[in-house]
């Protein structure tokens, strides 16, 4: 179970009022790289300023823990209008712990959400904290990404044909 997300979604767009109401969500953590914007790039991806603006509207808390740097993270952060934990070392829950309490928020209502099984996934599971495991934007080639996902594979199946919100 370490590894397994509660839910897994095609995108972080997919997190919608129904989904969140139903599951009685009040507040996401949020991984950045592959998950709100492509790794190293400095806007978001299509779609993600609305959806955040859709959350906001919602009353949804939010709040970015990522493994990158302050440089990276803080930039892309600022534009998207969001609160940051860098260097947040998932997959131990230091991060997830912090963003939670700036949040004011319980594990119960909460959400972790990101791309990666092995940090996102597994910090979010060590809280314990629902999770939400979402496809990348776009698959990185480099031979590092390839390897943490052909790992990824071991653990948790992906097929991509059967993307739907469980």
Known sequence: MLFKPTFWLKSVLQINADFLEQNHVRALVLDMDNTL??????????????????????GIKMRVVSNNTNKRVAPLAAKLGLEYTANGAK????GITRAMKAMGVGSEETLVVGDQIFTDIMAGNLKGVRTVLVEPFHLEKTWTFRLKRRLESVVF???YSKLEMK
Do not use: I
């Open 157 to 159: 199946h992906r097929d």
């Open 37 to 58: 914007s492509m790794h190293g790039n400095p806007a978001a991806e299509e779609g993600v300023t609305e959806w955040l603006d859709e959350m906001r509207a919602l």
């Open 91 to 94: 997959p131990l829950t230091f």
